[in-house]
């Protein structure tokens, strides 16, 4: 059964710094992974897939990585902004349905 | 249009009541997903449905009942919930399947007295 851990749970950090959140996974026969955004009490908002078969993404601001044979999975974000400031959540796709991980809460202090 | 909308966002319902949540969406996905999601949780897989035929339940009790009457829409039939069914109901859609980009829904926040 795969199993999605997220760490820090929680992360605060100053305005304009760069900063690192990790996704580890238990099972590495995935489709994809995907990183979303939530905001309180709202949706969910995707913010990059990444196929089995690829390395990273990136989009704007934010560059994701995946590296199947370790687990693992970084969503880096560059130059915070207090705009930034949400649960981050990685979601596998594989051979069930998405499981999604526990979510890290970011804050970004003006 | 890269929207899913849901209706209603917020609902208070008793636990005699039969209620209807509804999502709709008009990017020509056909999988829709119902989500349930409690407070600091991620989100738990209910429904999905795949060319309007119910694909996944994943053992959802017999009160919440969803319905696919087309490509485009989603019902969640809600009939003597519990209080413990409080929680941010969200529905998703893709374009064809499960291991595509989804797309969510704002949600329906629930509280059930």
């Known amino acids: 059964k795969q199993e999605v851990t997220q760490i820090p749970a929680a992360l605060s950090v100053p305005e304009g710094e760069n900063l690192v959140l990790n996704c580890s996974f238990t099972?590495?026969?995935?489709?994809?992974l995907q990183w979303f955004r939530q905001d309180p009490g709202k949706g969910l908002t995707s913010l990059l897939l990444?196929?089995?078969?690829?390395r990273e993404q990136t989009s704007g601001r934010l560059n994701a990585s995946l590296d199947k044979s370790s687990g693992r999975s970084t969503l880096y974000i560059a130059a915070s902004q207090p705009g930034d400031s949400a649960t981050y959540l990685c979601a596998i796709s594989g051979n069930t349905p998405l499981v999604f991980g526990k979510g890290t809460r970011l804050s970004v202090i003006a | 249009d890269t929207e899913v909308t849901q209706t209603p966002k917020h609902l208070v319902m008793g636990m005699t009541n039969k209620k209807s949540l509804k999502c709709e969406q008009h990017m020509g996905h056909r999988a829709m997903y119902w989500y349930k999601q409690k407070a600091k949780k991620p989100p738990e897989l209910m429904f999905v449905?795949?060319?309007?035929?119910?694909?996944i339940n994943e053992s959802v009790p017999s009160r919440f009942s969803p319905e696919c009457p087309n490509s485009s829409l989603l019902n969640l039939h809600l009939h003597a919930l519990q209080p413990e069914d409080s929680a941010l109901y969200l529905c998703?859609?893709?374009?064809?399947?499960?291991?595509?980009?989804?797309?969510f829904g704002s949600g329906t926040q629930l509280s059930v007295l």
């Open positions: 990444i196929q089995s078969s690829q």
């Open positions: 099972d590495s026969a995935i489709y994809n």
């Open positions: 998703a859609s893709s374009a064809t399947g499960l291991n595509e980009k989804l797309f």
């Open positions: 449905y795949s060319y309007e035929k119910l694909s």
